[in-house]
C-alpha cells in the first residue's frame, strides 16, 4: 500500500517525492532558461516559507504549498520531524557537514545553504549527489544518497531540521522538548525500511 501523504514506495527504496523533485527541477530549470531567452527579469531569491501550517496524521507540517516545515512552539517544543531530522542529520550528515549544519572544510554549511535552496533542489542533491570541481582550495562532492534507506527514510525530518537551523528558528543546542511520533509515522518509518509493522 502506497501512503500519499509522504509519498514512499511500496518497497520503500526511495520515496516517490524524489522522483517528483527531480521532474519539479527540471520543469523549473527549462522554464527559467525560457524566460532567460526572453529576458525576464531574475526570479527573486527564495522567500521563508509561509506562516500557515497544516500538519498530517504522521505528524508532519507542511506549508500551502505541500513543503514540509517545522513547527516550534513558544515553549520551546519541536515537531517530530523537526526533532527526527536533528537526530537524524547528527548520524549521517554532520560529519562532513559539521555539527549543527555550520560546515566543515570540504562541506558547505547547509544551515546557510537553506536560506537560499527549495526544498525541490535540496531533494535533488540528496537523492543524485553534486560536483564542484575546482571550487575554493578543494574539489567538493556530494555523494548520491538515493540509495540509503537512513537517508532516504527521513529525507522530510532533515530538510525541516535543517530549515529551522536556517531560518534562525532553531538554535544549536540539542532540543529538549519535542511532540511524540505518531502510530502511522511508524507505520509509514517501518514500509520504508520493509519491516513488518
Not at 99 to 109: R, V
Not at 120 to 149: L, S, W, Y
Not at 169 to 181: F, Q
Given at each position: 500500500?502506497?501512503?500519499?501523504?509522504?509519498?514512499?514506495?511500496?518497497?520503500g527504496?526511495?520515496?516517490?517525492?524524489?522522483?517528483?523533485s527531480?521532474?519539479?527541477?527540471?520543469?523549473?530549470?527549462?522554464?527559467?532558461?525560457?524566460a532567460?531567452?526572453?529576458?525576464?527579469?531574475?526570479?527573486?531569491?527564495?522567500?521563508?516559507?509561509?506562516?500557515a501550517k497544516?500538519?498530517?496524521?504522521?505528524?508532519?507540517?507542511?506549508?500551502e504549498?505541500?513543503t514540509?516545515?517545522?513547527?516550534?512552539?513558544?515553549?520551546?517544543?519541536?515537531?517530530?520531524?523537526?526533532?527526527?531530522?536533528?537526530?537524524?542529520?547528527?548520524?549521517?550528515?554532520?560529519?562532513?557537514?559539521g555539527?549543527?549544519?555550520?560546515?566543515?572544510?570540504?562541506?558547505?554549511?547547509l544551515?546557510?545553504?537553506?536560506k537560499?535552496?527549495?526544498?525541490?533542489?535540496?531533494?535533488?542533491?540528496?537523492?543524485?549527489?553534486?560536483?564542484?570541481?575546482?571550487?575554493?582550495?578543494?574539489?567538493?562532492?556530494?555523494?548520491?544518497?538515493?540509495?540509503?534507506?537512513?537517508?532516504?527514510?527521513?529525507l522530510?525530518?532533515?530538510?525541516?531540521?535543517?530549515?529551522?537551523?536556517?531560518?534562525?528558528?532553531?538554535?544549536?543546542?540539542?532540543?529538549?522538548?519535542?511532540?511524540?511520533?505518531?502510530?502511522?509515522?511508524?507505520?509509514?518509518?517501518n514500509?520504508?525500511?520493509?519491516r513488518a509493522?
Open positions: 500500500m502506497k501512503n500519499s501523504l509522504r509519498g514512499w514506495l511500496v518497497s527504496a526511495l520515496p516517490a517525492s524524489a522522483c517528483l527531480a521532474l519539479l527541477l527540471a520543469a523549473t530549470l527549462a522554464f527559467s532558461g525560457a532567460s531567452a526572453q529576458e525576464a527579469p531574475a526570479a527573486p531569491a527564495a522567500a521563508a516559507p509561509a506562516p497544516e500538519k498530517d496524521d504522521l505528524g508532519k507540517y507542511t506549508t504549498d505541500g514540509p516545515i517545522y513547527n516550534i512552539q513558544p515553549d520551546g517544543t519541536l515537531d517530530w520531524y523537526t526533532y527526527s531530522g536533528y537526530r537524524r542529520y547528527h548520524a549521517e550528515c554532520h560529519v562532513c557537514h555539527p549543527d549544519g555550520m560546515g566543515s572544510s570540504y562541506a558547505p554549511a544551515a546557510n545553504s537553506l537560499t535552496m527549495t526544498y525541490e533542489q535540496f531533494m535533488e542533491i540528496v537523492v543524485n549527489g553534486k560536483q564542484n570541481i575546482g571550487v575554493g582550495t578543494a574539489d567538493q562532492v556530494m555523494p548520491a544518497f538515493g540509495e540509503n534507506k537512513n537517508v532516504m527514510c527521513y522530510d525530518d532533515i530538510y525541516v531540521y535543517l530549515k529551522a537551523r536556517a531560518d534562525g528558528a532553531l538554535g544549536r543546542e540539542r532540543p529538549s522538548k519535542r511532540e511524540d511520533k505518531t502510530k502511522a509515522y511508524t507505520a509509514n518509518e514500509q520504508c525500511f520493509g509493522s
